[in-house]
Protein backbone atom coordinates (compact mmCIF):
# COMPACT_ATOMS: atom_id res chain seq x y z
CA UNK A 1 0.00 0.00 0.00
CA UNK A 2 1.74 3.05 -1.25
CA UNK A 3 2.49 6.07 1.93
CA UNK A 4 0.08 8.65 2.40
CA UNK A 5 1.65 11.87 0.56
CA UNK A 6 3.02 14.02 3.43
CA UNK A 7 2.12 17.82 3.73
CA UNK A 8 5.05 20.00 3.19
CA UNK A 9 6.84 23.39 3.98
CA UNK A 10 9.50 24.88 1.48
CA UNK A 11 12.07 27.35 3.01
CA UNK A 12 13.45 29.31 0.02
CA UNK A 13 11.37 30.49 -2.45
CA UNK A 14 13.82 31.04 -5.49
CA UNK A 15 14.50 28.88 -8.69
CA UNK A 16 15.05 25.99 -6.58
CA UNK A 17 11.90 26.04 -4.31
CA UNK A 18 9.57 26.95 -7.21
CA UNK A 19 11.02 23.84 -9.47
CA UNK A 20 9.73 21.55 -5.80
CA UNK A 21 7.04 23.33 -6.01
CA UNK A 22 5.64 22.67 -9.31
CA UNK A 23 6.84 18.93 -9.17
CA UNK A 24 5.42 18.60 -5.63
CA UNK A 25 1.80 20.06 -7.28
CA UNK A 26 2.25 17.40 -10.47
CA UNK A 27 2.90 14.43 -7.73
CA UNK A 28 -0.26 16.12 -5.37
CA UNK A 29 1.58 16.82 -2.53
CA UNK A 30 -0.05 19.15 -0.53
CA UNK A 31 1.94 22.76 0.19
CA UNK A 32 0.76 24.26 3.28
CA UNK A 33 3.46 26.58 3.82
CA UNK A 34 6.39 28.16 1.95
CA UNK A 35 8.95 30.75 3.44
CA UNK A 36 11.46 33.19 1.69
CA UNK A 37 12.67 36.57 1.96
CA UNK A 38 11.05 37.92 -0.80
CA UNK A 39 7.58 38.33 -3.00
CA UNK A 40 6.35 37.87 0.76
CA UNK A 41 2.41 38.20 0.22
CA UNK A 42 2.52 36.96 -2.48
CA UNK A 43 0.63 33.64 -3.89
CA UNK A 44 2.85 30.91 -5.25
CA UNK A 45 0.24 30.02 -8.59
CA UNK A 46 1.87 32.85 -9.80
CA UNK A 47 5.71 31.22 -9.82
CA UNK A 48 5.01 28.02 -10.78
CA UNK A 49 1.81 28.71 -13.54
CA UNK A 50 -1.14 27.62 -11.89
CA UNK A 51 -3.85 28.88 -9.62
CA UNK A 52 -2.12 27.28 -6.10
CA UNK A 53 -2.96 30.25 -3.19
CA UNK A 54 -0.54 29.32 -0.96
CA UNK A 55 0.69 32.60 -0.03
CA UNK A 56 4.36 33.04 0.67
CA UNK A 57 4.98 33.99 4.54
CA UNK A 58 8.31 36.05 5.99
CA UNK A 59 11.14 33.41 7.28
CA UNK A 60 10.77 35.87 10.78
CA UNK A 61 7.23 34.21 10.90
CA UNK A 62 8.71 30.38 10.70
CA UNK A 63 7.43 29.59 14.03
CA UNK A 64 3.92 31.04 14.02
CA UNK A 65 3.57 29.70 10.27
CA UNK A 66 4.61 26.24 11.15
CA UNK A 67 2.16 26.09 14.27
CA UNK A 68 -0.68 27.44 11.97
CA UNK A 69 0.03 25.25 9.29
CA UNK A 70 1.81 21.91 10.56
CA UNK A 71 3.52 20.36 7.74
CA UNK A 72 4.30 16.86 7.95
CA UNK A 73 8.11 17.73 6.68
CA UNK A 74 9.91 20.84 5.49
CA UNK A 75 12.45 20.90 2.67
CA UNK A 76 14.84 23.47 3.12
CA UNK A 77 17.16 24.50 0.29
CA UNK A 78 18.16 28.22 1.65
CA UNK A 79 22.05 28.65 2.83
CA UNK A 80 23.84 27.05 5.69
CA UNK A 81 23.58 29.85 8.48
CA UNK A 82 19.80 30.25 8.21
CA UNK A 83 19.71 26.34 7.53
CA UNK A 84 20.85 25.92 11.15
CA UNK A 85 18.46 28.73 12.86
CA UNK A 86 15.41 27.38 10.44
CA UNK A 87 16.18 23.72 11.91
CA UNK A 88 16.24 25.17 15.39
CA UNK A 89 12.68 26.26 14.81
CA UNK A 90 11.60 23.52 12.47
CA UNK A 91 12.85 20.87 15.30
CA UNK A 92 11.26 22.79 18.48
CA UNK A 93 7.88 21.88 16.30
CA UNK A 94 8.45 18.29 16.29
CA UNK A 95 8.39 18.78 12.32
CA UNK A 96 10.73 16.52 9.83
CA UNK A 97 12.96 17.64 7.42
CA UNK A 98 15.01 17.26 4.14
CA UNK A 99 17.69 19.84 3.81
CA UNK A 100 19.41 20.12 0.72
CA UNK A 101 20.99 23.16 1.46
CA UNK A 102 24.91 22.97 0.67
CA UNK A 103 28.29 24.45 2.58
CA UNK A 104 27.84 24.07 5.88
CA UNK A 105 31.05 23.95 8.09
CA UNK A 106 31.72 20.88 10.29
CA UNK A 107 30.50 22.63 13.00
CA UNK A 108 27.01 23.33 11.63
CA UNK A 109 26.94 19.67 10.69
CA UNK A 110 27.08 18.69 14.08
CA UNK A 111 24.90 21.23 15.46
CA UNK A 112 22.12 19.97 12.74
CA UNK A 113 22.73 16.26 13.78
CA UNK A 114 22.02 17.66 17.51
CA UNK A 115 19.04 19.39 17.14
CA UNK A 116 17.73 16.57 15.47
CA UNK A 117 18.55 13.84 18.29
CA UNK A 118 17.45 16.44 20.78
CA UNK A 119 13.98 16.95 19.73
CA UNK A 120 13.44 12.89 18.41
CA UNK A 121 12.65 14.10 14.83
CA UNK A 122 13.29 12.45 11.36
CA UNK A 123 15.60 14.27 8.69
CA UNK A 124 17.17 13.27 5.36
CA UNK A 125 20.54 15.46 4.94
CA UNK A 126 21.94 15.06 1.43
CA UNK A 127 24.56 17.84 -0.45
CA UNK A 128 22.34 16.49 -3.63
CA UNK A 129 19.01 15.25 -3.53
CA UNK A 130 19.63 13.87 -7.36
CA UNK A 131 18.97 9.76 -7.68
CA UNK A 132 21.54 9.98 -10.33
CA UNK A 133 24.08 11.47 -8.16
CA UNK A 134 23.60 9.37 -5.17
CA UNK A 135 24.44 5.96 -7.96
CA UNK A 136 27.45 8.02 -9.30
CA UNK A 137 29.22 8.30 -5.24
CA UNK A 138 28.48 4.38 -5.16
CA UNK A 139 30.04 4.23 -9.01
CA UNK A 140 32.90 6.11 -7.41
CA UNK A 141 33.61 4.08 -4.19
CA UNK A 142 33.96 0.84 -6.39
CA UNK A 143 36.16 2.78 -8.88
CA UNK A 144 38.37 4.12 -6.41
CA UNK A 145 38.37 0.58 -4.40
CA UNK A 146 39.39 -1.41 -7.40
CA UNK A 147 41.30 1.94 -9.11
CA UNK A 148 43.87 2.09 -6.05
CA UNK A 149 47.30 2.62 -7.91
CA UNK A 150 45.78 5.33 -10.13
CA UNK A 151 46.05 9.05 -9.50
CA UNK A 152 42.39 10.67 -9.11
CA UNK A 153 40.73 14.32 -9.27
CA UNK A 154 37.64 16.01 -9.63
CA UNK A 155 36.13 18.75 -11.92
CA UNK A 156 33.05 19.95 -10.62
CA UNK A 157 31.43 23.01 -12.67
CA UNK A 158 28.08 25.01 -12.35
CA UNK A 159 26.73 27.93 -12.85
CA UNK A 160 28.35 31.85 -12.56
CA UNK A 161 26.29 32.18 -8.99
CA UNK A 162 26.82 29.10 -7.26
CA UNK A 163 28.36 30.69 -4.05
CA UNK A 164 30.15 27.28 -2.69
CA UNK A 165 32.71 26.52 -4.16
CA UNK A 166 33.51 23.38 -4.40
CA UNK A 167 30.29 22.20 -4.25
CA UNK A 168 28.92 20.30 -1.65
CA UNK A 169 28.41 17.41 -4.25
CA UNK A 170 32.71 17.40 -4.96
CA UNK A 171 33.12 17.36 -1.12
CA UNK A 172 31.40 13.84 -0.68
CA UNK A 173 33.22 12.77 -3.96
CA UNK A 174 36.88 13.71 -1.99
CA UNK A 175 35.68 11.98 1.33
CA UNK A 176 34.72 9.09 -0.47
CA UNK A 177 38.08 9.30 -2.17
CA UNK A 178 40.17 10.14 0.53
CA UNK A 179 38.80 7.68 2.31
CA UNK A 180 39.91 4.92 0.22
CA UNK A 181 43.47 6.71 -0.73
CA UNK A 182 44.16 8.19 2.80
CA UNK A 183 45.51 11.32 0.61
CA UNK A 184 43.85 14.36 -0.37
CA UNK A 185 42.51 14.22 -3.69
CA UNK A 186 42.43 17.31 -5.93
CA UNK A 187 39.29 19.45 -6.49
CA UNK A 188 38.50 21.90 -9.51
CA UNK A 189 36.21 23.56 -9.57
CA UNK A 190 34.58 26.16 -12.52
CA UNK A 191 32.00 29.11 -12.27
CA UNK A 192 30.53 30.17 -15.91
CA UNK A 193 27.39 30.62 -17.85
CA UNK A 194 24.08 28.86 -16.37
CA UNK A 195 25.55 25.18 -15.91
CA UNK A 196 23.20 23.35 -13.49
CA UNK A 197 25.95 20.86 -12.00
CA UNK A 198 28.06 19.02 -14.01
CA UNK A 199 30.87 16.57 -12.04
CA UNK A 200 33.83 14.12 -13.19
CA UNK A 201 36.05 12.31 -11.66
CA UNK A 202 39.75 11.06 -13.38
CA UNK A 203 41.31 8.27 -12.37
CA UNK A 204 44.65 7.51 -14.47
CA UNK A 205 48.05 6.32 -14.64
CA UNK A 206 50.75 6.10 -17.18
CA UNK A 207 48.86 4.01 -19.70
CA UNK A 208 44.90 5.23 -19.49
CA UNK A 209 42.60 7.63 -18.18
CA UNK A 210 39.11 6.27 -16.76
CA UNK A 211 36.21 9.25 -16.82
CA UNK A 212 33.22 8.81 -14.45
CA UNK A 213 30.83 11.72 -15.32
CA UNK A 214 27.15 13.17 -13.80
CA UNK A 215 25.78 15.73 -15.96
CA UNK A 216 21.96 17.22 -14.64
CA UNK A 217 20.41 18.58 -17.70
CA UNK A 218 17.63 20.44 -15.56
CA UNK A 219 17.32 21.20 -11.60
CA UNK A 220 13.65 19.05 -12.46
CA UNK A 221 16.11 16.16 -10.89
CA UNK A 222 16.79 17.69 -7.45
CA UNK A 223 13.00 18.51 -6.91
CA UNK A 224 11.92 15.13 -8.00
CA UNK A 225 14.47 13.81 -5.55
CA UNK A 226 13.77 16.21 -2.75
CA UNK A 227 10.01 14.92 -2.64
CA UNK A 228 10.82 11.38 -2.71
CA UNK A 229 13.29 12.17 0.52
CA UNK A 230 10.02 14.03 1.88
CA UNK A 231 7.64 10.92 1.14
CA UNK A 232 10.78 8.75 3.09
CA UNK A 233 10.85 10.59 6.22
CA UNK A 234 7.28 11.19 7.24
CA UNK A 235 6.50 9.51 10.57
CA UNK A 236 10.77 8.71 10.60
CA UNK A 237 13.24 9.04 12.96
CA UNK A 238 16.61 10.09 13.20
CA UNK A 239 19.28 10.95 10.48
CA UNK A 240 19.23 9.68 7.14
CA UNK A 241 20.80 10.03 3.46
CA UNK A 242 19.74 10.10 -0.05
CA UNK A 243 21.55 6.27 0.21
CA UNK A 244 18.43 5.24 2.32
CA UNK A 245 15.62 6.91 0.24
CA UNK A 246 16.66 4.88 -2.81
CA UNK A 247 18.22 1.58 -1.01
CA UNK A 248 21.95 1.51 -1.74
Same mark, same amino acid.
Not at 10 to 23: C, D, S, T, V
Not at 98 to 106: A, D, N, P
Given at each position: MEQEKPK??? /??? +?? %??? %? /??????????????????KNVGMKIGNFIGNKNETAVSNIADLDKILKQTKPDVVIDF??????????????????? !???? *?? +??? #????? #??? #?? &????????? /?????????? &????? &???????????? !?? &? $? #????? *???????? *? !?????? $?LEKIYEKEIPSHSVRIGGIVGEHTVMFGNTGEIIEIKHTAISRDTFAMGALSAAQFIKGKKGIFSMKDVIGL
Open positions: IGI /IGF +GR %MGQ %M /IARQAETKNFEISCVFDLSNADACVENLKIVAKNKIN !AVIG *TT +GFS #EGQKD #ELK #EL &IKENNIGAV /ISPNMSIGVN &IFWKL &IEDAGNLLTDYD !AE &I $I #ESHHI *TKKDKPSG *T !ALKIKE $I
